[in-house]
């Protein structure tokens, strides 16, 4: 939710111009278009990815004890939810809208944020 509702503030604020923020890093909304994203079957194939995705985190848990610290099942639940978001983006839009750049690196949302960091929370063994 909050990933949906700071694409709509880059919508409304960043949409003419660029805020920097230092070190770096700048505000800067940029839109990702393809025509494949408008295509229902793109987004059929996408939703069938993310659906089996979830489902071979939830058999690794299950069979082999994967994912069984609370910090593991956090770090899974935030980038499934990360995924999920920006799904719904294509979904709705067909389009995926990016606002935080690293300058000469890259430009990514809240939802790849949380993808990234949830996938390290899930692998990576806090305290042990």
């Not at 230092?22 to 939703?47: D, E, N, P, T, W």
């Not at 489902?55 to 848990?61: D, I, N, P, S």
């Not at 809240?110 to 990234?116: G, M, N, R, V």
């Amino acid at each position: 939710m909050l990933d949906q509702v700071t694409k709509k503030l880059s919508d409304a604020y960043l949409r003419e111009h660029s805020l920097d923020l230092g070190f770096s890093f700048r505000l800067r909304r940029v839109v990702h278009r393809r025509a494949a994203y408008k295509k229902r079957r793109y987004v059929v194939m996408m939703g069938l990815s993310w659906l089996a995705a979830v489902f071979a985190v939830m058999t690794l848990h299950y069979v082999g004890g994967w994912f069984s610290e609370a910090s593991s099942q956090v770090g899974v639940g935030i980038a499934v939810g990360g995924a999920a978001a920006n799904l719904l983006d294509l979904s709705r839009s067909g389009q995926v809208v990016d606002f935080i750049e690293i300058r000469e690196l890259t430009v990514f949302n809240l939802a790849d944020t949380a993808i990234l960091i949830g996938l390290c929370l899930a692998f990576v063994r806090l305290g042990g």
